[in-house]
């Protein structure tokens, strides 16, 4: 030990003789290089006469040096050697048409470099007292006052040398610190400038480490060339004409169209085949520069149309626009795509489409490029219960006649919204047709708020010489709280082939998790071991005040649960506490960063003996945001009932009149709150389950059968598989035996089908040839198949697995095949 301690001495000592500079960590200072302000250049701009491809000090781009590390480890002025290579380019004297090609002085490259701190930007400047270069801080005085370092060390600039005419190098003396930006101005002359020469800039330096130093663009010469662009792409019914809206013409390089074409240059739209313009000079276009009507000379073909440039578009135009362009289906089919050609003299030319062949005369469509609107179901307008400021609007869906006369207004037609989605409000705009809010507000009372039903001859049948009916519909949506998933909107009619549009999508202001519990009857405090998750949506999401509740199928909670919230979220929990048989619990403090998790524990049951066996679900209420006081309340409740002057689930004043029925949908009693299936299975019930007794007869083959004297239709009749063997309905078998419906259960994700009687548990799942009780596993002669939707099972299985003894059938002499089974008959 002795020894160790005086090894570790000595190494000490000897480190304490070393230099300052012996510690000082290769790569403390870092820094990002990048280029800003890079320019695009036509062919033609870099060789105007005069400027033979020289970039000018007043417009080169900047190489900007930003320090992202400054940690000096030494105690010296750090000094760093900084080159910079150009590629196809050269550098200049400031704004001269001179090369530098010696080493530099004052005059040539002080005006180009330039170094900002927190305060400003500092310009190289000679210090005449130093003999050196520095940046000046007080540049409006004829004093020099240099910039200095956190360490007082003045900050110069010095060996400026051009050893060649594409590199330049200098030194950069003092210590940088983070965010300090140093800057080169690229002023300088293009060795090459034909298309797509790319000129670059690299960055090195044995000193600094650097980010993004290698080829650095900062100017690319383009070919000349135009952009063009559609609003809007059409659709079109063959051999019809549909009106393209504003074509949008602009340089694709340089500021204006004055760089891509001259007066007298011709620009031309040509249409592919199987399409034809309908334009002529009876039916012409209207051409906008920059928002003025203007009247160039104009020539129509059938698929062509030439547009001679005048002194009002080679002027200072940024975008000509192009509207009324009418394009017709000649001999295309469905599917083809029109596409028009635009080119300019001497430019490249642009395609693009405008228009889609469809085999239906009306079409709805939806912005593809908005994003589709996220809304919290189970709430109102309003967003009563939740902090969300969504206006609950839908994407704006478009209704368009492909051309005019389309749309047969002989023809009823209808707007449905998926089951359990509501219109709170609607806003119509319209060009042409005769419709309004009105009408949508009659024609979802007629379709009894599940969907619009608009009657035939609602508007006037359109010209054909007028424009094709538009209509734009935004709807203001609300939902049922067990919907989620996207809102799709779906058109149909006899004058229309059936369309789809998805305009918004509903998720739920909370997640519930939760597992089964296995529990026999204990009347009073009977626990539920196992807790219940809920999960807010979105942090901050549940106002304070919110009141939830939690129930169970036709079982009370007993004493008061808990609720804890988790550490993170900052949420707060009050009035926990159980009334009616329902757990209730208010939000006291919203959550912050994070979103909630609640936990719900110590759950107890008050449970009637004569229970039957089988699952029961648990249901999960936000009181506040359904407007209702209690669970009981929440389920009977009938949203078409209320007034625009109420205030409950899905109310909102809407209509001018407030004795007017609240413009949304009903059947809110058939609303769905369960949050877990089966959260309670009682595996032992209160009452006698030691046997059937009633008595079936099953004719195989047939769509019905008989228990006791009723007799039962089947979906699904009983019939001979593959393999000989005589497959039962399961469930049908088990309710007409006489156990509860609810007590036959189907899991579609796994395709299991569970019966709960008495103390068993039977399971089974398709395709498998086993089948479990209680746990167990026992083999089936046959596997589970499923017919039309329904399990089947081979029936000496399933009377096994039932508890079924008294079990007998019928043959077919002939064919020795089952023709009738019998369960619990003596014969």
Not at 245 to 271: C, F, R, W, Y
Not at 780 to 800: K, Y
């Amino acid at each position: 030990m002795k020894r160790f301690i005086s090894l570790a001495m000595a190494s000490v000592m000897a480190a304490s003789l070393l230099p300052a500079t012996a510690f000082a960590a290769t790569g403390d200072v870092k820094a990002t290089a990048k280029v800003i302000g890079a320019e695009n250049y036509t062919e033609g701009e870099m060789n105007q006469k005069g400027s033979e491809g020289i970039i000018a000090q007043k417009d080169a781009p900047e190489l900007q040096l930003t320090f992202t590390t400054a940690d000096y480890a030494s105690s010296s002025v750090p000094e760093a050697e900084i080159e910079l290579t150009l590629d196809k380019a050269d550098f200049l004297q400031n704004d001269s048409e001179t090369v530098v090609s010696s080493k530099t002085t004052e005059d040539d490259l002080t005006g180009l470099i330039y170094l900002k701190d927190d305060d400003g930007t500092y310009a190289l400047t000679k210090d005449t007292d130093n003999d050196n270069y520095v940046f000046d801080t007080d540049s409006g005085d004829e004093t020099v006052t240099p910039l200095k370092d956190a360490a007082g060390n003045t900050i110069t600039i010095s060996d400026l040398d051009v050893y060649d005419t594409d590199n330049l190098s200098f030194v950069l003396t003092g210590q940088m610190e983070r965010g300090w930006v140093l800057s080169y101005n690229l002023t300088s002359k293009l060795t090459k400038t034909s298309k797509n020469t790319q000129a670059t800039v690299t960055v090195d330096s044995s000193d600094i480490i650097l980010t993004n130093g290698d080829d650095l663009v900062y100017a690319s010469i383009e070919s000349k060339g135009i952009d063009a662009s559609v609003k809007k792409l059409k659709d079109v019914a063959v051999e019809e004409v549909v009106t393209i809206e504003d074509l949008k013409i602009e340089p694709s390089v340089g500021a204006n169209m004055e760089a891509v074409v001259d007066e007298g240059d011709e620009i031309t739209l040509k249409l592919n085949s199987g399409f034809e313009f309908a334009n002529n000079d009876n039916n012409k276009i209207t051409i906008k520069a920059d928002g003025t009507t203007i009247t160039p000379e104009v020539e129509y073909e059938d698929d062509e149309i030439v547009i001679t440039v005048d002194g009002d578009i080679s002027a200072d135009v940024d975008t000509l626009t192009i509207s009324g362009i009418k394009v017709e289906a000649t001999s295309a089919k469905e599917g083809a795509t029109a596409t028009i050609k635009v080119s300019a003299s001497g430019n490249d030319s642009v395609s693009i489409e405008v228009a889609t062949v469809v085999d239906y005369a009306v079409s709805m469509s939806v912005d593809e490029d908005e994003d589709v609107p996220v809304i919290y179901s189970g709430v109102d307008v309003d967003n009563t219960g939740i902090t969300d400021d969504s206006d609950h609007e839908s994407l704006e869906v478009s209704i368009d006649e492909t051309f005019a006369g389309a749309w047969d207004n002989s023809k009823k037609f209808t707007l449905s919204l998926p089951e359990g989605v509501y219109a709170a409000d609607v806003d119509v705009v319209v060009d042409g047709i005769d419709l309004d809010r009105e009408d949508f507000i009659d024609a979802y009372d007629n379709g009894e708020y599940e969907y619009f039903e608009f009657d035939k001859r609602i508007f006037e049948e359109n010209d054909s010489d007028n424009d094709p009916y538009e209509m734009d519909v935004t709807f203001t949506l609300v939902a049922d709280p067990d919907f989620e998933g996207d809102v799709v909107l779906t058109l149909s009619g006899d004058a229309m082939e059936e369309q789809e549009v998805t305009i918004a999508k509903f998720v739920k202001p909370y997640t519930v998790s939760a597992q089964q519990n296995d529990l026999t009857i204990d009347y009073r405090n009977t626990e539920i071991p196992t807790d219940v998750v809920i999960t807010e949506a979105e942090a901050g999401l549940w106002e304070k005040g919110t009141e939830f509740a939690l129930t169970l199928d036709k079982i009370d909670f007993d004493d008061d649960a808990s609720v804890t919230a988790d550490d993170k979220s900052g949420m707060e929990i009050k009035d926990v506490k159980t009334k009616d048989g329902e757990i209730r619990f208010t939000v006291d403090s919203e959550s912050d960063d994070e979103p909630a998790t609640l936990t719900v524990s110590d759950l107890t049951l008050y449970m009637d003996r004569n229970l039957p066996a089988g699952a029961y679900d648990l249901n999960m209420y936000a009181l506040d945001m359904l407007g209702v006081d209690s669970a009981e309340k929440a389920e009977d409740f009938d949203g078409s009932d209320y007034k625009a002057a109420d205030k409950g689930y899905l109310t909102q004043t809407l209509l001018a009149d407030e004795d007017t029925t609240v413009f949304v949908g009903d059947e809110s009693d058939d609303i769905d709150y369960t949050a877990k299936t089966g959260f309670v299975n009682i595996v032992t019930a209160g009452s006698d389950t030691t046997g059937f007794t009633t008595k079936l007869t099953v004719p195989i083959g047939e769509n019905y059968l008989i228990a006791g004297e009723t007799k039962v239709e089947l979906d699904a009749p009983a019939y001979i598989n593959a393999e000989g063997y005589t497959m039962l309905p399961v469930r049908a078998i088990s309710t007409s035996l006489g156990i509860d419906n609810n007590n036959v259960l189907w899991d579609q994700a796994t395709k299991t089908v569970t019966i709960l009687y008495g103390d068993r548990i039977i399971s089974m799942t398709a395709g498998a040839s086993v089948m479990y009780v209680n746990g167990s596993s026992i083999p089936t002669s046959s596997s589970v198949e499923i017919v039309n939707d329904r399990t089947f099972l081979p029936m000496r299985d399933l009377a096994t697995a039932l508890g079924v003894t008294d079990l007998t059938w019928d043959t077919d002499p002939t064919t020795g095949k089952t023709t009738t089974v019998y369960m619990n008959v003596n014969r």
